[in-house]
């Protein structure tokens, strides 16, 4: 099985700045593209960021700018960094996977539990 576990969120005033993490563990043979995603209250699910495996990104537009996303493949582990916050902002973040696990011929999307980022005065 392949895990995705998210940490780094908080509350946090605007302007402020947070780093979100996101490691996968279990068996993995190979990990594709590594994306953020963010859900606030009563909206959809939306992809904020993505990065392949050769490490081009792509920013949803609302955030070009002020979030950075990276990963290190040698500890399966993607981040996020988040710089001048807005209110907006505020949101659940998932980080999501797309796995070859070990052994298996097939690559699937993995999604982690979420990370709560507040943006509050």
């Known amino acids: 099985q392949v895990q995705l576990v998210e940490s780094g969120g908080g509350l946090v005033q605007p302007g402020g700045s947070l780093r979100l993490s996101c490691a996968a563990s279990g068996s993995i043979f190979r990990i594709n593209t590594m994306a953020w995603y963010r859900q606030a209250p009563g909206k959809q699910r939306e992809l904020v960021a993505a990065?392949?495996?050769?490490?081009?990104?792509n920013y949803v537009d609302s955030v070009k700018g002020r979030f950075t996303i990276s990963r290190d493949n040698a500890k399966n582990t993607v981040y996020l960094q988040i710089d001048s916050l807005k209110p907006e902002d505020t949101a659940l973040y998932y980080c999501?996977?797309?796995?070859?696990?070990?052994?298996?011929?097939?690559?699937?999307?993995?999604w982690g539990q979420g990370t709560q980022v507040t943006v509050s005065s």
């Open positions: 999501a996977a797309n796995v070859r696990p070990g052994a298996a011929v097939y690559t699937r999307d993995y």
């Open positions: 990065i392949t495996s050769d490490g081009s990104t």
